[in-house]
């Protein structure tokens, strides 16, 4: 089931669950919020803030039932300053700023997470000692009502110095046990923040979800734009010792940001998975369609066994990316962009579970990149990028080859010949006719021929 939400922009948004309704939080301009009632959603009361933007950072519920809920993030104020802020609601309904004086202090807020007593936010206060004017300290505090904040003793955490460039970025708890990162590592409280030591998470720079007799997950992502990113996985039943779980190839690869609930069964892992056209050449070849595209997944971890969600119901999955997602009682809530907000509601326990799909293989000619030997009278695959045009393409057989002139279509021309680019990266084919002529085509189309030259190759800009 889809439910509307009125969007104010391209921002970060968060559901929060727990014993009330679900609510969802965004760093709109300057705040917005939406409760989740049953088929209906209703837009939360929000006073007018004394700031301009507010970049959120985390939101969570109470311990209790009777607990507010608490959203901390950064406020950009009027007069091109920011600082740490935060906002509070009884229900979720109708929201406050936070005045309190401890916060107010030059740095950002990160995370949020509810404790056994009440609230830590965590991130970074700038330090004025330092020779670098946006360098943060890993900063944390803790708060009983949402409303009152004091500053942690963080006690060395984020280096032998305290230092840590970024401050920190993420926060879990699991009743007075509390888990903080930063890109360096994490360090663990067992009292609530009293005293710390080094953790043994995996350093991913995030931190666990689930807890109690459902254990424990750890994701994050590996891997750059240039080889593409992949998930990786950890689970633990009591927080201390970790195995690996990461997800099996081809079911989460290319989800560089990933994001992880716990559910009734275990945890579900989701995100925005993209094809680079440059990073995986080989995958544009075999779904020239999906190249380049962003597509949302959500994948489920029960039992020890990975399993692909069939959302196919929640439209166009080129359109479908995910930018929070939660477990409420028995639904799945998933909520996308594109044209304002949407909220998806499913059945968590009717979705189908589907087997992790195998990789695609890609058939036909071999795929080959600039520099390689070619053999007279095959056929290969090469990228061609054209955003100069298609007037070189590459170094083969120890030569620089540039296009024939008068033959195939003209620069100008290339983006209105319906050929298959993608990122400025065209999709073909290249035959090498003789030793000093290579045809690349683009189905029947030749784009151009090409001819060995002893210039260097042109610059593009």
């Known amino acids: 089931m889809a439910l509307g939400v009125d969007d104010e922009g391209d921002v970060a948004v968060e559901v929060v669950t727990g014993s009330g309704p679900p609510v969802i939080v965004a760093g709109a301009r300057p705040f917005a919020a939406w409760v989740v009632d049953g088929d209906r959603v209703e837009r939360a009361e929000v006073p007018e803030l004394p700031w301009r933007f507010f970049d959120l950072g985390g939101a969570t ?3 209790d039932p009777e607990s507010p809920l608490v959203a901390v993030g950064v406020a950009h104020l009027d007069d091109d300053s920011s600082r740490p802020g935060g906002l509070v609601s009884a229900d979720g309904a109708r929201w406050e700023p936070v005045t309190d004086d401890d916060l107010a202090v030059p740095g950002v807020l990160s995370d949020v997470a509810a404790t056994a007593d009440g609230f830590v936010a965590v991130g970074g206060r700038i330090d004025p ?11 944390a505090w803790r708060s009983v009502d949402g409303r009152a904040w004091e500053q942690l003793d963080l006690d060395g955490v984020g280096g032998p110095d305290g230092g840590g460039g970024a401050g920190l970025t993420a926060v879990a708890a699991d009743g007075e046990r509390l888990w903080v990162s930063d890109s360096a590592g994490t360090w663990v409280s067992p009292d609530g923040g009293e005293t710390w030591e080094r953790g043994k998470l995996p350093p991913v720079g995030g931190a666990p979800v689930g807890g109690g007799e459902g254990g424990f997950l750890l994701v994050g992502a590996i891997g750059g734009v240039d080889e593409g990113s992949r998930v990786v996985a950890w689970t633990s039943p009591d927080g201390e010792a970790w195995e690996p779980a990461s997800p099996p190839e081809g079911l989460l690869d290319r989800v560089a940001f990933p994001l992880a609930a716990a559910t009734p069964r275990g945890f579900v892992v989701g995100g925005d998975m993209s094809i680079e056209a440059f990073a995986d050449p080989a995958a544009c070849y075999v779904d020239i369609v999906a190249c380049g595209q962003n597509r949302g997944v959500v994948a ?57 799909p195998e990789p695609p293989a890609l058939t036909g000619p071999p795929l080959v990149e600039s520099g390689a030997q070619l053999d007279v009278g095959r056929t290969y695959r090469y990228p061609l990028y054209v955003h100069c045009g298609a007037g070189y393409l590459g170094q083969f057989n120890g030569q620089h080859w540039y296009a024939v002139p008068g033959e195939g279509i003209d620069d100008e021309d290339l983006n209105d010949a319906r050929l298959p680019i993608v990122q400025n990266e065209l999709f073909g084919e290249m035959t090498v006719v003789s030793e000093d002529r290579i045809e690349y085509r683009a189905g029947d189309v030749l784009v151009n021929a090409y001819q060995p030259k002893p210039d260097e190759p042109p610059t593009c800009e």
């Open 129 to 139: 000692t330092s020779e670098y004017q946006d360098e943060l300290v890993p900063a």
């Open 300 to 356: 489920a971890l029960e039992d020890g066994e990975w399993s692909l969600l069939d959302t196919t119901g929640a439209g166009d999955p080129a359109s479908w990316r995910p930018d929070a997602l939660a477990v409420s009682d028995d639904d799945l809530l998933v909520v996308t962009p594109g044209g304002g907000f949407t909220l998806w509601r499913h059945d968590l326990a009717g979705l189908r579970r589907l087997e992790p």
């Open 61 to 63: 519920r109470g311990p």
